[in-house]
Protein backbone atom coordinates (compact mmCIF):
# COMPACT_ATOMS: atom_id res chain seq x y z
CA UNK A 1 0.00 0.00 0.00
CA UNK A 2 1.27 3.42 -0.61
CA UNK A 3 0.38 6.36 1.40
CA UNK A 4 -2.76 7.18 -0.52
CA UNK A 5 -4.20 3.22 0.48
CA UNK A 6 -2.42 3.53 3.97
CA UNK A 7 -4.81 7.03 4.43
CA UNK A 8 -7.86 4.45 3.73
CA UNK A 9 -7.49 2.44 6.89
CA UNK A 10 -4.92 4.63 9.33
CA UNK A 11 -6.60 8.05 10.76
CA UNK A 12 -2.99 9.70 10.65
CA UNK A 13 -2.03 12.40 7.89
CA UNK A 14 0.68 14.63 7.41
CA UNK A 15 2.72 15.24 9.32
CA UNK A 16 1.96 12.52 11.52
CA UNK A 17 1.57 9.64 9.22
CA UNK A 18 4.95 8.03 9.30
CA UNK A 19 4.79 5.47 6.82
CA UNK A 20 5.87 5.81 3.25
CA UNK A 21 4.20 2.47 2.45
CA UNK A 22 3.26 -0.98 4.00
CA UNK A 23 2.10 -4.72 3.25
CA UNK A 24 1.24 -7.50 4.94
CA UNK A 25 3.24 -10.66 3.97
CA UNK A 26 2.74 -14.12 6.14
CA UNK A 27 1.20 -12.35 8.65
CA UNK A 28 3.56 -9.75 8.62
CA UNK A 29 3.35 -5.92 8.49
CA UNK A 30 5.85 -4.73 6.73
CA UNK A 31 6.66 -1.07 6.28
CA UNK A 32 9.23 1.05 5.12
CA UNK A 33 9.68 5.06 5.42
CA UNK A 34 12.58 6.98 3.87
CA UNK A 35 13.75 9.74 6.30
CA UNK A 36 14.83 12.54 3.93
CA UNK A 37 15.69 14.96 7.08
CA UNK A 38 12.76 18.01 6.53
CA UNK A 39 10.79 15.98 8.93
CA UNK A 40 9.18 18.30 12.06
CA UNK A 41 10.67 15.53 13.89
CA UNK A 42 14.00 15.81 13.39
CA UNK A 43 14.41 19.76 13.07
CA UNK A 44 16.39 20.43 16.12
CA UNK A 45 17.01 17.40 17.28
CA UNK A 46 19.83 17.37 17.35
CA UNK A 47 20.81 20.19 15.79
CA UNK A 48 24.14 19.35 13.28
CA UNK A 49 23.70 15.68 14.35
CA UNK A 50 20.07 14.90 13.34
CA UNK A 51 18.68 12.21 14.73
CA UNK A 52 15.11 10.48 14.75
CA UNK A 53 13.63 10.24 18.22
CA UNK A 54 12.84 6.98 19.75
CA UNK A 55 9.19 7.66 20.65
CA UNK A 56 8.96 8.28 17.07
CA UNK A 57 10.10 5.21 15.98
CA UNK A 58 7.86 3.52 18.10
CA UNK A 59 4.80 5.55 16.35
CA UNK A 60 6.10 4.60 13.41
CA UNK A 61 6.03 0.80 14.83
CA UNK A 62 2.33 1.47 15.79
CA UNK A 63 1.57 2.79 12.35
CA UNK A 64 2.72 -0.33 10.78
CA UNK A 65 0.86 -2.28 13.14
CA UNK A 66 -1.86 -0.79 12.47
CA UNK A 67 -2.18 -2.25 8.40
CA UNK A 68 -2.43 -5.90 10.39
CA UNK A 69 -5.74 -4.49 11.95
CA UNK A 70 -6.72 -3.59 8.71
CA UNK A 71 -10.14 -5.10 9.17
CA UNK A 72 -11.21 -3.70 12.72
CA UNK A 73 -9.75 -0.10 11.43
CA UNK A 74 -12.14 -0.25 8.37
CA UNK A 75 -15.22 -0.37 10.45
CA UNK A 76 -16.58 3.74 10.76
CA UNK A 77 -15.60 4.95 13.82
CA UNK A 78 -12.56 2.61 15.51
CA UNK A 79 -9.89 4.30 16.14
CA UNK A 80 -6.31 2.45 17.38
CA UNK A 81 -4.93 3.67 20.96
CA UNK A 82 -1.68 2.65 22.07
CA UNK A 83 -2.04 1.14 25.36
CA UNK A 84 1.41 -0.39 26.26
CA UNK A 85 4.63 0.10 25.23
CA UNK A 86 7.25 -2.85 27.07
CA UNK A 87 10.68 -4.02 26.38
CA UNK A 88 11.41 -1.27 23.93
CA UNK A 89 15.28 -0.63 23.24
CA UNK A 90 17.32 1.44 21.19
CA UNK A 91 20.07 -0.06 19.66
CA UNK A 92 20.99 1.92 16.10
CA UNK A 93 20.41 5.58 15.69
CA UNK A 94 18.03 6.75 12.75
CA UNK A 95 19.07 9.56 10.66
CA UNK A 96 18.34 11.70 7.43
CA UNK A 97 19.04 9.31 4.07
CA UNK A 98 18.20 6.45 5.92
CA UNK A 99 15.09 3.72 4.71
CA UNK A 100 13.96 2.48 7.99
CA UNK A 101 12.41 -1.22 7.23
CA UNK A 102 9.40 -2.44 10.14
CA UNK A 103 8.62 -5.60 10.72
CA UNK A 104 5.51 -6.33 13.04
CA UNK A 105 3.13 -9.23 14.01
CA UNK A 106 0.29 -9.50 16.07
CA UNK A 107 1.56 -11.65 18.85
CA UNK A 108 -2.53 -12.06 20.28
CA UNK A 109 -5.51 -10.49 20.57
CA UNK A 110 -8.25 -10.49 23.40
CA UNK A 111 -11.42 -8.58 22.47
CA UNK A 112 -10.24 -4.78 21.36
CA UNK A 113 -7.27 -5.69 22.55
CA UNK A 114 -4.02 -6.90 20.12
CA UNK A 115 -0.52 -7.40 21.29
CA UNK A 116 2.23 -6.95 18.96
CA UNK A 117 5.86 -7.32 18.50
CA UNK A 118 7.65 -4.82 15.94
CA UNK A 119 11.31 -3.99 14.62
CA UNK A 120 12.52 -1.19 12.78
CA UNK A 121 15.95 -1.97 10.97
CA UNK A 122 18.07 0.40 8.95
CA UNK A 123 20.35 -2.15 5.99
CA UNK A 124 19.64 -4.98 8.03
CA UNK A 125 20.93 -3.17 11.42
CA UNK A 126 18.32 -3.64 14.25
CA UNK A 127 17.57 -0.07 15.79
CA UNK A 128 14.35 -0.10 17.65
CA UNK A 129 12.48 -2.96 19.13
CA UNK A 130 9.52 -3.11 21.16
CA UNK A 131 6.18 -4.97 22.53
CA UNK A 132 3.75 -3.05 22.00
CA UNK A 133 -0.69 -3.23 22.89
CA UNK A 134 -3.22 -1.43 21.03
CA UNK A 135 -7.23 -1.22 21.82
CA UNK A 136 -9.49 -0.67 19.13
CA UNK A 137 -11.84 1.68 20.66
CA UNK A 138 -14.87 3.62 19.10
CA UNK A 139 -14.41 7.42 18.30
CA UNK A 140 -14.90 9.69 20.91
CA UNK A 141 -18.82 11.20 20.90
CA UNK A 142 -17.58 13.35 24.41
CA UNK A 143 -15.56 15.95 22.60
CA UNK A 144 -17.80 18.63 24.12
CA UNK A 145 -16.57 17.20 27.57
CA UNK A 146 -12.81 18.78 26.75
Same mark, same amino acid.
Given at each position: MNRTELETILPHRAPMLLLDEAEVVDGEARGRITIKGDEFFVQGHFPGNPVVPGVILCEMLAQNCCVLM? =? &?? =??? &?? /???? /? =?????RFKHPVRPGDTVELTCRITRSRGPFHFAHGEARVAGELCCVADMSFALMPADTGAQNA
Open positions: E =S &GL =SRA &GV /TPFY /T =SLDKV
